[in-house]
């Protein structure tokens, strides 16, 4: 079934306690308790199928984790504390040591992920199905281990490679070099591509299954930064060959605030090559999806003020806000940059409420037809190009009725303060232009309302204003990322195809060519089309950029983040992972730690 829905896991979860794990060691050994029951039922085509639903479904432990913001965006250029502060090890590398506990969830999630797909290879001689079957769905999940060999690798350089089901106890695996995991996910990927059991691409059909397509992309991905580990040139040549087979000779076409739609038609374009689905029609439990319309959003109140649930952290710099130029296209698409409200709320107000009730009307902007046109404006951010005094009067001028009391927050280097909300009062009797420009934006954005809420991720079908609601598929694979592994792959051959890709997705963006491209100017673009899915510190960490960009960017690190990095640029092997692995000492510990 194309539906790798969360769903289809649980019946395997129950079923499956010999992908349980117990005990101190359960980096390395599962726990066969049910061994007879298992066999019995894995054996038939639903327990065959129940097992590759349920090595998709550990994906969901990755990309929904209340710590996805810090795995993949913490320690870079883009986001950076709100009312809440990011993690401080890994976005600031404060005490960072091999005991740390989000380090050691993604480590255990990756080895758990992993043991999910080798047990489709373990249980499928017995399987009553078709060798067909059976082969592409060993594929399936090889698809899906490689996917958690390439998270490990770019994280933890060299891992223990386990690549087969350990039905019993095992003391210890060795720790693989980069080398040898590079060289395990390439041939994996490889024979998965020569086989051709997967379909040839499942984007338009949910997203969720593995495909041909998603096998080249993910070889695309990790030939490139194969290539920078290892020093192999001759990879960035594969990476740019395989990123434009996936291509495949297309722009993108589908309008950027379409892909990315909050009522979910957008979520099956051909542009999102490999998903973690989510189908709320079909799902167990209606009130249990995904967190990622509350993520890279400050706080402006929540549900009792008829606002959406912020995560309060991993906002955008300012920096990132100036990497969206005058006229691009993802900016409104990206950012929410008014909050409705049901009716003017009067001078006094403390928050979006009156008499107890919220009067905050968030979500009517996607019921209103994606335009605030028409209704109440509460707060109005404009972009940094827009909050001049002009420009906020003709934005005014388009609805007065509707625009005459709006709170300017400007989305620029000085901007309006309203935690509380009669600050704002207080502070305009000095701004008589009606525009606050008081605080510095750094000290502005650990405040409520201080920056516009990111609305990317929003899901509008369900509106609903707590998190962990949201029935939108979240995109792992997608074309535009095919378009920056070629851009950064052609660079390093000096190849100009390299431009070609960096502007073919400018052209969608509504933007000019640009005239030139190199390392920076690629990441200045994946900022912009990738803002909340993309991966920041996986990318800076590749091309060298890390230290570089904390230092100039991370308030916390600026000027200082040679020593404060020092030779941490990967994470450290969780402590856990050694004490339970007789194969592996103290000297298996990266550098720096």
């Avoid at 349980?20 to 308790?33: A, E, I, R, Y």
């Avoid at 996917?147 to 106890?169: C, D, H, M, Q, R």
Wanted: with cysteine; charged share 25%; hydrophobic share 35%.
């Amino acid at each position: 079934g194309s539906e790798m829905c969360i769903r289809d896991r649980l019946y395997a979860m129950c079923m499956a306690t010999s992908i349980t794990l117990t005990g101190c060691d359960d980096f390395l050994t599962p726990d066969n308790k049910s061994s007879v029951t298992d066999i019995e039922y894995f054996a038939t085509a639903d327990g065959f199928q129940s097992l590759v639903n349920d090595a998709y479904g550990q994906l969901d432990a990755i990309f929904n984790s209340s710590d996805v913001t810090t795995y993949f965006n913490s320690g870079t250029d883009m986001y950076q504390d709100g009312r809440k502060d990011n993690d401080a090890a890994l976005h600031r590398w404060s005490n960072f040591t091999p005991e740390n506990g989000i380090v050691e969830d993604f480590y255990t999630t990756c080895y758990d992920g992993l043991r999910s797909c080798l047990a489709i290879q373990y249980y499928a001689p017995n399987a009553t199905v078709s060798d067909e079957i059976k082969q592409k769905a060993i594929d399936e999940g090889r698809f899906v281990e490689s996917l958690f060999y390439y998270l490990l690798v770019n994280n933890y350089g060299g891992v223990p490679l386990i690549t087969e089901y350990a039905s019993t106890a095992v003391k210890g695996y060795p720790r693989a070099t980069a080398e040898a995991v590079y060289n395990h996910i390439i041939n994996t990927l490889k024979d998965i591509i020569s086989n051709n059991k997967l379909v040839a691409s499942s984007a338009t059909k949910g997203g969720g299954e593995a495909s041909i397509e998603a096998a080249k992309a993910l070889l695309a991905k990790t030939y490139l930064s194969a290539a920078w580990d290892l020093n192999n040139n001759s990879y960035f040549t594969e990476a740019a060959k395989l990123a434009d087979e996936v291509i495949n000779g297309r722009s993108l076409t589908t309008e950027f605030a379409k892909l990315w739609a909050a009522d979910r038609s957008g979520d099956d374009d051909a542009e999102f090559i490999f998903d973690v689905e989510y189908d709320y029609e079909t799902a167990h439990d209606q009130n249990v999806g995904n967190r990622w319309q509350s993520l890279y959003s400050g706080y402006y109140g929540g549900s009792e003020e008829g606002m959406k649930n912020g995560d309060s952290r991993y906002i955008p710099y300012m920096h990132t806000l100036r990497y969206f130029e005058k006229g691009d296209k993802r900016y409104d698409a990206t950012f929410m940059k008014t909050l409705l409200v049901k009716k003017y709320w009067g001078d006094n107000a403390t928050g979006f409420k009156e008499d107890g009730k919220p009067i905050g009307d968030y979500f009517a902007f996607y019921s209103n037809g994606n335009t605030a046109q028409g209704k109440m404006v509460g707060v109005y951010y404009p972009a940094y190009w827009e909050c001049d005094e002009a420009s906020v009067a003709a934005w005014r001028n388009e609805d007065p009725t509707n625009r005459a009391h709006a709170f300017i927050i400007p989305q620029n280097e000085l901007t309006a303060g309203m935690e509380p909300m009669s600050n704002y009062t207080e502070d305009l009797k000095e701004y008589p232009n009606g525009i606050i420009t008081k605080y510095d934006f750094a000290t502005a954005q650990q405040w409520s309302w201080a920056v516009m809420p990111c609305r990317k991720f929003d899901d509008s079908a369900i509106a609903s204003y707590d998190a962990g609601k949201s029935f939108r598929d979240l995109h792992i694979i997608t074309l535009p990322e095919m378009f920056f592994v070629a851009a950064e792959a052609y660079y390093k051959l000096n190849d100009p195809k390299a431009l070609a890709r960096l502007n073919s997705v400018r052209k969608r963006a509504g933007l000019p060519d640009a005239p030139s491209v190199d390392l920076d100017v690629i990441l200045k673009e994946s900022a912009c089309e990738m803002y909340g899915n993309g991966y920041r510190r996986m990318d800076l960490r590749r091309m060298g950029k890390l230290i570089e960009y904390n230092n100039l960017y991370n308030p916390h690190l600026k000027g200082s983040a040679a020593t404060a990095i020092g030779e941490k640029l990967l994470w450290p092997i969780p402590q856990a992972a050694i004490d339970a692995n007789e194969q592996l000492t103290m000297e298996d510990q990266n550098p720096g730690y």
